[in-house]
């Protein structure tokens, strides 16, 4: 399931978030990848030690956890640390899997989920899409600034090299409570109806009825 998640970020954070970004020392992106990403890789990073990091994921992280989609979509159990990836003119990230388990040694996560927020306006660079191999060919990905998509990080993908201007985005992945991908697309399309009802017809029986189902089903597939 792939997921677009509208206006993450409004116009003013942008433009907080490009600041920060074009003051701050980006290092390149292999020494971040997976032995078998790294030989494709061709990016660069925003330092791990940068001095304005805190800063940036409050405010890219603060507005994606609160996100009403994303929870929706993710029921996100443990989100990572964001990376924020800068490409310019002949930069790509050729096909790869993202690694199955990430983060310091006492703060491991699975990732079921990757999520990339764009930071750049689609028309201020040419080439740097994200294409995602699916069960339904290829999808090709260049969302507005400030747009973010999800999508299941068990897929192959690859960011197309950029052929004019930047691309600047921030990718994080997460761990869901629900791990298999088929099940958390039934709780999405389920809880949609469920809050349809719960809006139009809060006292119905059918209302009352697609909400317990719901419920229990996130119990019923919940890992902790
Ligand atoms: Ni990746």
């Keep these: 399931m792939l997921i677009q998640i509208p206006h993450v970020l409004g116009q003013q954070q942008l433009a907080s978030v490009r600041q920060l970004l074009a003051d701050a020392q980006f290092v390149d992106g292999k020494l971040s990848a997976g032995q078998s990403a790294q030989r494709v890789k061709n990016n660069l990073e925003l330092a791990a030690q940068s001095q304005h990091i805190e800063q940036l994921n409050n405010i890219v992280m603060g507005n994606l956890v609160r996100h009403p989609v994303y929870q929706n979509a993710a029921l996100p159990h443990r989100v990572a640390v964001p990376f924020y990836a800068r490409y310019t003119e002949g930069m790509a990230y050729g096909p790869h899997i993202d690694d199955p388990v990430m983060g310091p040694a006492e703060h491991r996560y699975r990732s079921d989920i990757a999520i990339t927020v764009f930071l750049s306006e689609p028309g201020d660079y040419d080439g740097g899409e994200l294409a995602i191999q699916t069960s339904f060919g290829e999808q090709r990905i260049k969302l507005a600034a400030g747009d973010a998509v ?47 009802l719960l809006k139009n017809a809060p006292q119905a029986a059918e209302t009352k009825n697609v909400d317990t189902a719901y419920v229990n089903l996130v119990r019923m597939w919940s890992e902790l």
């Design 150 to 196: 999800l999508y299941p990080a068990s897929s192959r993908h690859e960011v197309t090299e950029v052929t004019r201007g930047e691309r600047l985005v921030a990718v994080t992945w997460v761990q869901s409570l629900v791990r298999d991908p088929a099940h958390r697309e039934l709780l999405y399309q389920l809880n949609q109806a469920r809050e349809k």
